[in-house]
Structure formats: structure tokens, C-alpha cells
């Protein structure tokens, strides 16, 4: 059977005792986990106590299917800034099933001239002999997954709670939508600096009293390529068909169409939980994905609205 190594790492503004601690508790992980705001009915069974050798995390719903994780080892650290690590057994049910190892490594190191700590996530294991084409766009999705996880475990750890919320809206039909602004691309981990830098450029011919123009969009292009983690895009704000184009910015079209659409409510840096949970719940209804890609419209402004207040809606677009 082939066999699988994802890791991804995050660093964290925390001593590795309270990094360990807030990991090593499966109470904590419906907080920031990847998978279940998708399916926000799912059910989350934790054992008590849910911190020890042996304490037990099942879930089981219709978007994330069935399986549960197992405490296995536990190496607590010796000091507040001293390595430590949490190993569990992971099964899954539903829809196959599989088993893999977890762990998550800790270590101390230096954030921004502070102490501070450095997570890896690992998962190990062997995917069945008929899914054999599957691993590397396994590892390309489960390593977005974890990237995503460590994030809003990060936010968790430093603040103590997750700015994202998902709302599934369900299939719209969209007419033509023009895109004014300006094309940029970018790799993954630069996005989301990228993307404010393409907008700020474009902020001077954005004219709010204009009936012709609207909300802030970006429009993600099918050059875009998910495994060698680049994203090409133009970032501007949606207008009407005929509005002048300024020197220099491009217009761009969102072709009219069906479209799966994703409310996020909370953390721009979030914004992969919206596009991750909206893929989910197209593979579970079976639905079909386009090839075009699809567009985010922000409902308001990040400079006059709080962080866990700003909405965002996603369009994945249909076929």
C-alpha cells in the first residue's frame, strides 16, 4: 500500500507548555479544527478526562463522515520553553476505512525577538490499495487542511478564540460580473499581503459615488495551480457592464453561471475555511465543480469593520 507523510508547521506567540497544554486537550479542538464548520451539526464526542494517556476525540456527520483520534504518548515539557510532543492513533470509519499516526511536535524558538514556540503536525500512514492514485492530491489537500488548522490554532492559543464562521447559502445563479482593477499572482503563503498591496493600488480610482461601481471582489483565475501553491488572480471591485476602465487597471469578467455560495464571517487569514468547506459540501452533494474558478465579494470594509465582523462571500462556481 503507498505510504504518506504530511507535515506542516505554524509558530506561535506562546510558551510550549501552553501550546502543549491547549493541543494535548481534545475539549479545545472543535474550536480550530480544519473540518467541522462545514458541518457545524456533526457530532463531537471527547472523553473525561480529554488531556490524559487514552482520552478519545469521535466524530461522525454527513460532510466530515466518522473517526476518532487516541492519546498514545504523551511528552509533556520539563520547563515552559522546553520541547514536548502528543502522539495519537487516527481511524477513520466513514467514508473508508484507514488508520494513520499523528503527531505534534513543539519546540521553543524565537518569534519577533520573543520566546516563543514552533508546531508541527504530522500524519503518517498507508492509503488502501484501491485509492492508490489518490496520495498526492492527498497530500496537497490534507496539507492545506493542516495549514488552515494551525492557523485558527494559533489565533486559539493567542487570543483564545477563532475569528471564522462558515454559512453554506447553497447554489445561485450569478449574471455577468466586471471586475475592475489590477492582475497579480502570487504563491500561496503570500497572498494574503499580495492581494492588499494589488488592492491598495487601486484604491485611487475607486469611486464610492459612482452608482456603477460596487463592492471590493477578487477574481481567482484557472492558471491558478493548488499543488505548485500559486494563485493568479485580479483584485479590484465589481462594476457595470460599460463603466470606464482607468488607466492602469484591467476589467475582467465573472462569467454568469451557477455558483456554490459561502458565507465567512470573521478573519480575512481565514478565508481558506470558506473555499475548503464549500469543496466539502460539493463532493458530498455530488455536485459538479466549473472550471473557472470562482470570485470572493468582502461586504464591507476591513478599515471601518472589526476583524470578527467582516463578511466575505465566496463563489465556487458550478457547472
Known sequence: MPAFHIQRSQTIDADTRDV?????????????????????????????????LGATYHWKGELVGEGSMTHRGLQAPQSRSANSS????????????????????????????????????????????????????????????????LRMFKQFVETGEVLSEL????????PDRMIIGQRGGCTMDDIGCHMTETLERVKPHYNADDERVHEWASLYHTTSDLRKRWFDYTAGYLADAGTPVPEGCVA????????????????????????????????????????????????????????????????????
Open 86 to 149: 502528543v502522539q495519537a492513533d487516527l481511524a477513520f470509519i466513514k467514508p473508508f476505512k484507514s488508520q494513520s499516526k499523528v503527531e505534534f511536535e513543539i519546540h521553543p524558538v524565537m518569534t519577533d525577538g520573543l520566546p516563543g514556540s514552533k508546531i508541527t503536525w504530522h500524519m503518517r500512514g498507508k492509503l488502501p490499495w484501491f485509492l492508490f492514485w489518490m496520495r498526492s492530491m492527498m497530500e496537497t489537500f490534507v496539507g492545506m487542511d493542516y495549514e488552515r488548522g
Open 20 to 52: 502543549y497544554d491547549a493541543v494535548r486537550n481534545y475539549s479545545t479542538w472543535t474550536r480550530w479544527s480544519p473540518w467541522l464548520q462545514v458541518d457545524p451539526d456533526a457530532e463531537v464526542t471527547v472523553s473525561d478526562p480529554s488531556n490524559e
Open 252 to 319: 475582467d469578467t465573472v462569467p454568469a453561471g451557477k455558483f456554490l455560495l459561502v458565507r465567512h464571517v470573521g478573519d480575512y487569514a481565514h478565508l481558506g475555511n470558506a473555499w475548503s468547506g464549500g469543496i466539502q459540501y460539493i463532493r458530498y452533494k455530488k455536485l459538479k465543480m466549473a472550471k473557472a474558478i470562482g470570485c470572493e465579494v468582502y461586504r464591507n470594509d476591513p478599515e471601518t469593520t472589526e476583524t470578527k465582523d467582516l463578511i466575505t462571500d465566496v463563489y465556487i462556481a458550478l457547472k
Open 167 to 174: 454559512e453554506i447559502k447553497g447554489v445561485v445563479n450569478e
